[in-house]
């Protein structure tokens, strides 16, 4: 039985906790619906193990359509004028990787296309973060998790991190 082992509290859209509350979970759960979410980066910073789904499952939660209307694709897609001038200073071709502008052409845009977003975050780049495929390998690594160890781990990339980041600005200045 999971009673007693594992509880959880779903943190919806217009619900927020402040830094005090969020630090007192163990661990997070994070399903993110586009690749650019401060909430990430904070639980991160607190050194907090967290949970994301793998980029075949994001891949299908977001089939619908639902991450190529974020605001972030949006900028890659030179829809926003720092986009577009983003995109010619990179030399980017249009539109990088989404062919469609409504619900009725997603035909037009391979599966694939998430999948790729994904790995360019640091959902997929930052190191000591658990993928799950489903709900049930979910629990289960969440039952087997040494959430200590992660935690240690992350703090330790975080202050190799913070001394190369300042180490940069140092010089720069």
């Excluded at 793998?54 to 004028?81: K, N, Q």
């Excluded at 010619?88 to 989404?98: D, I, M, Q, S």
Aim: proline share 6%.
């Amino acid at each position: 039985s999971l009673e007693g082992r594992l509880s959880a509290e779903w943190l919806l859209s217009g619900k927020f906790l402040q830094y005090e509350e969020i630090a007192r979970f163990d661990a997070a759960v994070f399903l993110p619906e586009q690749p650019d979410k401060l909430t990430f980066w904070e639980q991160y910073e607190m050194n907090m193990p967290l949970w994301l789904p793998s980029v075949d499952l994001w891949t299908r939660i977001h089939a619908l359509g639902e991450y190529r209307y974020s605001v972030f694709a949006h900028l890659w897609e030179a829809e926003l004028p720092e986009g577009k001038g983003a995109m010619e200073a990179c030399g980017v071709p249009a539109p990088l990787f989404f062919q469609g502008d409504s619900l009725d052409e997603l035909h037009l845009d391979s599966p694939l296309a998430p999948a790729l977003w994904y790995h360019l975050t640091d959902y997929a780049i930052f190191p000591h973060l658990y993928s799950f495929r489903s709900a049930a390998d979910l629990i289960s690594q969440l039952l087997d998790a040494d959430l200590a160890a992660a935690s240690h781990s992350m703090a330790e990339f975080n202050a190799r991190t913070w001394e190369a980041s300042a180490a940069f600005y140092r010089e720069a200045f």
